[in-house]
């Protein structure tokens, strides 16, 4: 019984003994354990933003042509897609005030010519009788009078006539440059309002490219610089060309400026097709963290688990852009710092953590 006592009493002891061996020497009484996590440093980055602005080809040289009067289109000679020459005549309209006009206003001037050289002779004449007495001054004042408002009115006429030949001119429509037809708007025997787009001529010798551009872009554009530029629908094939005009002005406020471009010539462009600048811009520097340390339970109100001395510590941030595997973020945050990335859900302020290596 005794020795049973003993061998009892014995193995408590070596209980005892290696429970203490077993704890931490570092670890105290009534301290909790924490949590093990992975986490990752707080990083500045600069990348470069890429932008992308579309425009669509045409022709640099075109002109969309109109009369100037009223009238029924009588001969259209050209048809869409052929090429005419400058000063060829391309299309007629019929007004039938218009030649009227001008033989009206020709027999007006003729008359009034007459009437003038006839003026002139009587003012001659009684000149020469006013020197010998024949006549008053009052009688010489009428005839010369009499040939000042003929005058008059035969500049007048001349004034009426120039204009009516120049409307009766305005009924033909000539091409200003080399071009080809892009465009027909009338079909003869179709009245035309004056003013109205009856062909529209273009030149695609020199084809162009105008861009709409954001303030916040436009300093990047000067004239003269070279630029290259991708056709995304034709396996993006890059084309080159050189920045011509930069608009002065938006068309509104926080509107778009326009910039022209000149491309460089190639037989195998043609209007009409899109073409894309991309600009490549550095941006400012920022602070980054994974998009897994991130956390946003649907408060609007995204944060991030910083730990300060072994403890979670929640920093609120505003999202910026996201680059890949990690995203921009601005808050109290610095860089260096260690934020969570592992286990977000389930952390709560101020826990206890251990870092895992």
Same mark, same amino acid.
């Given at each position: 019984?005794?020795?049973? @006592?003993?061998?009892?009493?014995?193995?408590?002891?070596?209980?005892?003994?290696?429970?203490?061996?077993? @704890?931490?020497?570092?670890?105290?009484?009534?301290?909790?354990?924490?949590?093990?996590?992975?986490?990752?440093?707080?990083?500045? @980055? +600069?990348?470069?933003?890429?932008?992308?602005?579309?425009?669509?080809?045409?022709?640099?040289?075109?002109?969309?042509?109109?009369?100037?009067?009223?009238?029924?289109?009588?001969?259209? *000679?050209?048809?869409?897609?052929?090429?005419?020459?400058?000063?060829?005549?391309?299309?007629?309209?019929?007004?039938?005030?218009?030649? *009227?006009?001008?033989?009206?206003?020709?027999?007006? &001037?003729?008359?009034?010519?007459?009437?003038?050289?006839?003026?002139?002779?009587?003012?001659?004449?009684?000149?020469?009788?006013?020197?010998?007495?024949?006549?008053? $001054?009052?009688?010489?004042?009428?005839?010369?009078?009499?040939?000042?408002?003929?005058?008059?009115?035969?500049?007048?006429?001349?004034?009426? &006539?120039?204009?009516?030949?120049?409307?009766?001119?305005?009924?033909?429509?000539?091409?200003?440059?080399?071009?080809?037809? $892009?465009?027909?708007?009338?079909?003869?025997?179709?009245?035309?309002?004056?003013? /109205?787009?009856?062909?529209?001529?273009?030149?695609?010798?020199?084809?162009?490219?105008?861009?709409?551009?954001?303030?916040?872009?436009?300093?990047?554009?000067?004239?003269?610089?070279?630029?290259?530029?991708?056709?995304?629908?034709?396996? /993006?094939?890059?084309?080159?060309?050189?920045?011509?005009?930069?608009?002065?002005?938006?068309?509104?406020?926080?509107?778009?400026?326009?910039?022209?471009?000149?491309?460089?010539?190639?037989?195998?462009?043609?209007?009409?097709?899109?073409?894309?600048?991309?600009?490549?811009?550095?941006?400012?520097?920022?602070?980054?963290?994974?998009?897994?340390?991130? &956390?946003?339970?649907?408060?609007? +109100?995204?944060?991030?688990?910083?730990?300060?001395?072994?403890?979670?510590?929640?920093?609120?941030?505003?999202?910026?852009?996201?680059?890949?595997?990690?995203?921009?973020?601005?808050?109290?945050?610095?860089?260096?710092?260690?934020?969570?990335?592992?286990?977000?859900?389930?952390?709560?302020?101020?826990?206890?953590?251990?870092?895992?290596?």
């Amino acid at each position: 019984m005794r020795d049973r @006592r003993s061998s009892l009493a014995l193995l408590v002891l070596l209980c005892a003994a290696l429970t203490g061996c077993g @704890r931490s020497p570092d670890a105290a009484p009534g301290r909790d354990a924490g949590r093990f996590v992975r986490t990752s440093e707080v990083q500045t @980055r +600069q990348h470069v933003r890429e932008v992308r602005i579309s425009g669509v080809t045409r022709a640099a040289q075109r002109a969309s042509l109109a009369f100037l009067v009223s009238g029924t289109l009588t001969v259209r *000679p050209v048809d869409l897609g052929e090429e005419v020459l400058q000063g060829q005549p391309v299309a007629r309209l019929y007004n039938p005030s218009l030649e *009227p006009a001008v033989a009206a206003g020709d027999a007006r &001037l003729r008359e009034l010519e007459a009437r003038f050289a006839q003026l002139q002779r009587d003012v001659t004449r009684a000149a020469d009788l006013r020197e010998r007495g024949l006549i008053s $001054q009052d009688d010489l004042e009428q005839v010369r009078t009499e040939r000042e408002a003929t005058r008059a009115a035969r500049d007048f006429a001349i004034a009426n &006539l120039a204009e009516a030949r120049n409307q009766l001119a305005q009924s033909a429509l000539h091409a200003p440059f080399d071009a080809s037809v $892009q465009a027909v708007f009338f079909e003869p025997g179709e009245f035309v309002a004056a003013g /109205q787009p009856v062909l529209q001529l273009s030149n695609t010798e020199q084809l162009e490219v105008e861009l709409e551009i954001p303030e916040t872009l436009i300093a990047e554009f000067k004239a003269g610089r070279e630029v290259t530029l991708s056709l995304p629908f034709l396996g /993006q094939r890059q084309i080159t060309g050189r920045i011509v005009h930069v608009g002065n002005s938006g068309s509104q406020s926080g509107g778009m400026f326009p910039v022209e471009i000149a491309l460089d010539p190639d037989e195998s462009l043609r209007p009409g097709l899109t073409a894309e600048l991309i600009l490549r811009l550095p941006t400012a520097p920022a602070l980054v963290v994974p998009l897994a340390a991130v &956390l946003d339970p649907g408060t609007g +109100q995204p944060r991030v688990y910083r730990v300060t001395d072994g403890r979670i510590d929640p920093v609120y941030v505003q999202i910026g852009q996201l680059l890949s595997d990690q995203v921009q973020v601005m808050g109290a945050l610095r860089e260096g710092d260690q934020v969570i990335v592992t286990g977000l859900s389930s952390l709560t302020p101020g826990q206890p953590v251990e870092v895992l290596q």
